[in-house]
């Protein structure tokens, strides 16, 4: 037989033989030198319990060639190595068989269809769950399960197959200019320049990166609302969806008006593409929908939002608005930006960021004040607060930008640079040019984007968290800068909650997606003693089972958690006080059950809940 086909899992698997590898046995006596004379090479070390090698087959098929080795007296077994349609990775049956019996079926029938090929109970399952091995008797083990699968007797048979899996570890970007984005790893300084800069003052995207092990979801969309979009720019044009132009009501965007560029180098620092050159954004993956032709006109307010809802962008990225106290937001336009926080992404709300504004003054640009949506103010890399960046309670969080060394970013190909300056100068603070695609920016217009590429980062770990949620999951994992004594609950007029950590951001994102307890973080009250509980506390007997939830450090926290478990579950919460690494540890089990079957069936209902935990004999806690 060429293939063999068989059903695994909800599909069919179609594998094809080796004709160059095997799998083989041996006992720890073999001679190595022997061994020589018939292994080629070795491939694998261990893959289901076999050494996967190379044999010496001259001249011989790879069957034949097999069939003489495992008449060797130090090979156990010898088995043949298949690959499935489609995969270039080497598997191997295991010799084990999971078979489920068809309703009815006694244990004297299930008996006889095992004795029928030959096979050896290991492990009942349940009254109609068997697991079987293989013996020497027996056809391969894939024969056996084709053949089982055709059985009437017998509801399900799945060989048992080991195959290399992949680690999946994360490969950093190979755009050339990187180096110079200190914004997403600061390391103390600048690639090409000699200009010292605070190591670790930047967002902590890098990391963010390798806890996803990617660079966000291609899913995930951020709109980008502004003016004059490059979208030939080799770091943008392969990423761009639903464009719109307001003033011209069309799909084509206006290039060319030296007046606009703004638009590009915002885009780039939310979503450059990691293509092996230039720079990358935040979120080099995400999709680019640019919104073309800002307006304080009610109707194209409306508008812009409206569309970004309807086409189903994810995130807003709004780097302006105005501090004209002759010009706050009115109800139409307040109810706009509501409409897209609130409806947006089938009624999870778009995260919508704006900048919190460049004009050095005691509160923010209105729009960025709008309750729905994150103001952004800026920090240096030197984490201090960028001078020019608007101050006020509204403020969410900061991001690193220029006011000591700038960001570099995206430039339009029409764009002519500073004013008043001549040569490099017009678009490199230091004069020395890092290609003509690129140029040096900043000011809350750069802080903004890159803060709404985290957040797609967030959504890429999580995408079923709500616009608020991301908001509330900033506030809680940025990182304190400053002076201490400015921050007032948490809060400070130019920081806001902190500067953004977009690793500790994705790591609470992955952390709700899991549905797991924090491990550290408590709320402050329990912290501080307050808040009342009533607590019934019976020593429990080390026997039965229940669904271990967690561990932590903080006995607040294990308060917490078993009033919300009890109230939710209406069952026991038992805990088990230890020592781990000096530190106590509490351990919060869910449940008592005298049958493991009964601690699974709460685990199921738990996890319906959104609540992750595993079955644990409680004698394992002793």
């Not at 391969?140 to 290399?164: G, H, R, W």
């Not at 609540?611 to 002793?622: I, R, T």
């Amino acid at each position: 037989m060429s293939k063999l086909t068989f059903q695994s899992g909800k599909g069919e698997i179609t594998l094809r033989k080796s004709q160059s590898l095997v799998g083989l046995k041996t006992t720890e006596t073999r001679d190595s030198e022997e061994q020589a004379n018939y292994v080629d090479k070795e491939v694998l070390t261990n893959l289901g319990g076999f050494n996967i090698v190379k044999l010496n087959t001259e001249d011989a098929t790879v069957d034949d060639k097999l069939d003489e080795v495992r008449s060797r007296d130090e090979v156990e077994v010898g088995t043949h190595v298949y690959y499935a349609e489609g995969s270039n990775r080497p598997l191997v049956a295991t010799g084990e068989i999971y078979i489920v019996f068809a309703a009815g079926v006694s244990e004297d029938e299930q008996r006889i269809v095992l004795q029928e090929y030959s096979l050896q109970l290991v492990e009942r399952r349940a009254p109609d769950r068997v697991i079987a091995r293989v013996t020497p008797a027996s056809p391969n083990p894939f024969k056996v399960a084709m053949a089982l699968q055709q059985v009437s007797l017998v509801k399900l048979a799945e060989p048992d197959i080991d195959t290399p899996l992949t680690e999946y570890e994360f490969v950093a970007p190979t755009d050339d200019l990187l180096g110079h984005e200190w914004h997403l790893l600061n390391n103390g300084f600048v690639a090409d320049t000699n200009y010292r800069l605070k190591k670790g003052a930047d967002a902590k995207v890098v990391d963010a990166w390798k806890r996803l092990g990617n660079m966000g979801s291609t899913s995930i969309t951020i709109a980008v609302i502004d003016n004059g979009f490059d979208t030939t720019h080799p770091d943008l044009r392969q990423k761009v969806i639903k464009p719109y132009d307001l003033w011209s009501q069309s799909t084509v965007l206006p290039q060319g008006d030296t007046r606009f560029t703004h638009g590009t180098p915002c885009a780039s620092v939310a979503l450059a593409a990691s293509n092996g050159a230039g720079i990358v954004g935040s979120s080099p993956n995400a999709r680019f929908m640019p919104v073309n032709g800002t307006s304080f006109s009610d109707r194209a307010t409306e508008q812009m939002f409206d569309y970004c809802i309807k086409n189903g962008a994810d995130v807003i990225s709004c780097s302006w608005g105005t501090t004209d106290p002759t010009f706050r937001l009115n109800t139409l336009k307040e109810e706009a930006i509501a409409r897209a926080a609130r409806q947006g992404r089938n009624g999870k709300g778009c995260v919508i960021v704006f900048a919190a504004g460049n004009e050095d003054l005691e509160y923010l640009n209105y729009y960025a004040a709008h309750p729905d949506v994150i103001a952004v103010s800026a920090s240096t890399s030197q984490d201090q607060h960028a001078s020019y960046a608007n101050r006020g309670r509204e403020v969410w969080v900061c991001a690193p930008s220029n006011g000591d060394w700038p960001i570099l970013a995206a430039r339009a190909w029409w764009d002519e640079g500073l004013s008043g300056e001549s040569g490099n100068y017009k678009f490199w603070r230091d004069g020395r040019s890092r290609g003509q695609y690129y140029k040096h920016f900043g000011g809350t217009s750069s802080a903004t984007p890159l803060v709404a590429g985290i957040c797609a980062l967030i959504l890429s770990a999580n995408p079923d968290l709500k616009a608020s949620e991301v908001k509330e999951i900033l506030q809680k994992t940025a990182d304190k800068i400053g002076d201490p004594s400015e921050y007032t609950n948490g809060h400070s007029l130019r920081f806001g909650y902190g500067r953004i950590n977009a690793d500790k951001a994705v790591a609470e994102a992955l952390r709700r997606k899991e549905g797991a307890a924090p491990v550290v973080e408590i709320p402050q009250t329990v912290s501080a003693g307050k808040g009342l509980f009533r607590f019934d506390v019976k020593r429990q007997n080390p026997q039965g089972w229940g669904v271990q939830i967690g561990a932590f450090y903080d006995y607040g926290n294990v308060l917490i958690q078993a009033e919300k478990l009890q109230r939710q579950f209406g069952e026991a919460v038992i805990v088990n006080i230890n020592e781990l690494n000096g530190k106590t540890v509490y351990k919060v089990v869910v449940g008592a059950f005298a049958s493991q079957a009964d601690a699974l069936s709460l685990q199921k209902r738990m996890k319906d809940a959104g609540v992750g935990g595993f079955a644990k004999n409680l004698a394992d806690l002793a």
